[in-house]
């Protein structure tokens, strides 16, 4: 308990001044060449501009807080000092628990997940310094109509890879869950007919799924009092 008290305290801590270094070398990097060529706007001018941007994204950055840090655990602060989070960095996490076969809040599960992510973050990096050096050379290649069809897809068959598995398979931690997936079914409904038939959700991502979390979350709930959703213990082959 020590140990693990230790390693969470010292993660954390490390985690908190990584983040609070690449804020400062986000937002200071430009400060100071604005600064320093005479182009620094006006605040108000920047809240103008902004403000767009954080009615969309501040509900987008709160509802990750709730879904995504669970499965991410301390990876959360690589995750997002280096982005890609939806589309890189949570499969990363994911398939890196199912391969080791960790529980999802141990500490295991949790060295396991950051090692991946930090890895994935280092393969990321290295990936982006040969597409600089080679965006010129490889331009026409990427021009090609085939190659920018194939881009259109890659988000689809990144999330049809990570939904099939979670579709088959039941188990969730120590039990199996039966009738998993139903919770979700009224709530995709909603999302779908509204979508649809009412507004456009496009842009405004991030309060639908402040709504629909809790709302899944609420139904689970009911469906399990009810005896809808069931769950059994996975007997220990040890």
Do not use: W
Not at 20 to 33: E, H, K
Not at 55 to 71: K, L, N, W
Not at 157 to 180: E, I, Q, T
Request: aromatic share 8%; net charge neutral; hydrophobic share 50%.
């Amino acid at each position: 308990m020590k140990n693990e008290k230790s390693y969470l305290d010292s993660i954390h801590r490390l985690g908190k001044v990584g983040s609070a270094f690449a804020l400062v070398a986000m937002l200071g990097i430009p400060t100071i060449v604005a600064i320093r060529y005479g182009i620094m706007p006006e605040f108000s001018e920047i809240f103008k501009v902004s403000s767009g941007l954080l009615i969309i994204f501040v509900p987008v950055a709160i509802s990750e807080c709730i879904s995504y840090m669970p499965v991410l655990g301390s990876a959360s602060y690589i995750t997002y000092i280096t982005g890609n989070a939806l589309n890189l960095k949570l499969p990363v996490a994911i398939n890196a628990s199912k391969i080791a076969e960790t529980k999802q809040g141990t500490e295991e599960n949790d060295v396991i997940v950051t090692l991946a992510v930090a890895l994935s973050s280092m393969v990321t990096m290295l990936i982006l310094a040969i597409s600089i050096l080679l965006i010129v050379p490889l331009s026409p290649v990427f021009d090609l109509p085939s190659v920018q069809t194939a881009t259109d897809y890659i988000l689809p068959a990144l999330f049809g890879g990570m939904f099939l598995p979670m579709l088959l398979d039941n188990k969730v931690g120590d039990y199996n869950v039966k009738g998993r997936l139903l919770p979700t079914i009224i709530p995709l409904i909603i999302v779908i007919v509204v979508n649809t038939f009412i507004v456009s959700l496009s842009g405004i991502e991030g309060p639908t799924l402040l709504i629909v979390i809790p709302l899944t979350i609420f139904i689970a709930r009911i469906m399990y009092k009810r005896g809808i959703v069931k769950m059994f213990p996975i007997e220990s082959d040890k």
